[in-house]
């Protein structure tokens, strides 16, 4: 557990009372009408120059991003959510709008984030599969491809194969290993086999493999006739009968007899999608110069991470919702940054709340967002240096309305504590802000490399003039 030291700075007030009454009301010092925190850290800049080693802070509010909402008033949860610690950023620093899925692409986190650490997605991404095997210590070899498996409930109907649920209704860890290793049992080749994972989530390995043949992400089928996708894998006979096999065993496996006992969805089929080969990430250290460490509970970003050879440190009760361990986080990033230069701190329940299509949650998930994690780092930072530089925003829209990720450009706010020491107004850091504001990046990289204040690289620099 990294060290908490006091120290005289910045002190967080107490809770802001009026949350639910005052909504959009931030927790301001009533003479100056000013976040109590940001005079103590006036005062500190007006007095000196930063004189601490330059750090850099991501903050990632997954799916934080919507659209505006008629039950709001026509305003975002972004816009809604109590955030004075995003808005005192905004306020001092610097807003804008940043395109992070390229075009064409689909609007993944691992897209995005790949994007957002200054690799370019549209030339290093090969799928989601070799992201995840990464996050679970999987190496692969070049002519390896991961794929990943989900366990998955069918269920045939006249001469429809319908989707019935592309989580078995997340069955639980204990079950879904014992189904795993059943299968690897039967069907399993020194070519071919499911690494277990986490409740429906596997990684199957291919050694040798093709990656070639279209899949498709199951959650996208959710009660769909999926005969087509079924009849996608008859491309690669060898992958096609290790699925034939792998459905044989589970449908005589006693725990699908015990679920069908319980009504319970049973995981009757395996789905492999999003596969790929290891894509070839320049060490981040190596192409940016920094020393970076990534804190996230999803196996996506932990991936890139390890891919990016960046440390991946576990915060304990990192659980990817709404309990997760806020503060743990920001104390882990503010240790990191004792022996690193960048450190992404990337937080999953505001879309997690959104896929579940909960307003409520989303919005709590953005206040608890601001308050635990941006205004917390504001509060500790100081301990560690005054020369700081954060970049916060979300890596994709995920609109409640429509419960998915969507294309659409995110916003962003940049605060340099060296940079920003004059006000600019009370600024309610949202959407539409973010694209009134002529600060706009076509491309995560492009974004990344004025966020650490290191050019892109010529080749990229013309490919991505190019686009
Ligand atoms: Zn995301």
């Known amino acids: 557990m990294p060290k908490k030291k006091k120290q005289e700075g910045v002190e967080v007030e107490a809770e802001v009372k009026t949350q639910k009454k005052g909504r959009g009301k931030s927790q301001v010092d009533e003479t100056t009408k000013e976040p109590t925190q940001t005079k103590v850290l006036k005062k500190k800049r007006e007095k000196l120059e930063p004189t601490g080693p330059r750090k850099y802070i991501m903050l990632i509010g997954d799916g934080m991003g919507d659209f505006m909402i008629k039950e709001l008033g026509w305003k975002t949860p972004l816009e809604v959510a109590i955030t004075p610690g995003l808005d005192f950023l905004a306020s001092y620093g610097e807003v804008g709008s940043c395109q992070t899925i390229p075009h064409g692409m689909h609007p993944g986190s691992d897209v995005a984030i790949m994007g957002l650490l200054g690799y370019p997605p549209e030339e290093k991404y090969t799928g989601r599969g070799p992201i995840e095997a990464y996050a679970r210590g999987i190496e692969l070899k070049p002519e390896d491809v991961a794929y990943r498996c989900n366990l998955v409930t069918l269920r045939l109907e006249g001469d429809e194969l319908i989707m019935e649920d592309y989580s078995a209704g997340h069955i639980d860890t204990e079950s879904a290993i014992e189904l795993i290793e059943a299968i690897n049992r039967v069907a399993g080749t020194d070519k071919v086999e499911i690494v277990p994972g986490v409740s429906y989530r596997h990684i199957l390995i291919w050694r040798g493999g093709s990656g070639g043949l279209q899949t498709y992400p199951p959650h996208d089928l959710i009660g769909k006739n999926v005969w087509f996708a079924f ?64 804190i996230s509970a999803v196996d996506l970003i932990k991936g890139l991470g390890r891919l990016a050879k960046m440390t991946v440190i576990d915060v304990p009760g990192a659980t990817g919702y709404i309990d997760t361990n806020y503060e743990g986080k920001v104390d882990y990033a503010i240790s990191a940054l004792e022996t690193h230069d960048f450190v992404l701190i990337h937080v999953e329940a505001p879309d997690e709340a959104s ?59 940049i605060y340099d504590s060296k940079l920003h020491t004059k006000k600019k107004g009370d600024i309610k850091f949202c959407e539409r802000v973010a694209y009134e504001s002529p600060l706009y990046f076509p491309s995560g990289p492009e974004l990344f490399s004025y966020f650490i204040e290191r050019p892109l690289k010529s080749e990229e620099v013309a490919e991505h003039a190019g686009r």
């Open 231 to 294: 009849q996608a894998y008859d491309e690669e006979p060898y992958l096609k009968e290790f699925i034939l096999k792998a459905i044989a065993v589970l449908e005589k496996h006693p725990i699908n007899q015990q679920r069908k006992l319980e009504n319970k969805p049973v995981a009757n089929a395996i789905w492999p999608w999003g596969q790929g080969r290891a894509p070839d990430l320049e060490p981040f250290e190596e192409k940016w110069g920094l020393k970076g460490a990534v």
């Open 355 to 413: 896929h579940e299509g909960n307003l409520e949650l989303k919005i709590k998930a953005i206040d608890e967002f601001d308050r635990r994690v941006v205004r917390y780092l504001l509060e500790r930072i100081v301990e560690l240096t005054d020369n700081y530089r954060i970049l916060a925003c979300c890596d994709h829209l995920t609109p409640i309305s429509i419960r998915t990720h969507s294309t659409k450009p995110v916003p962003f706010v």
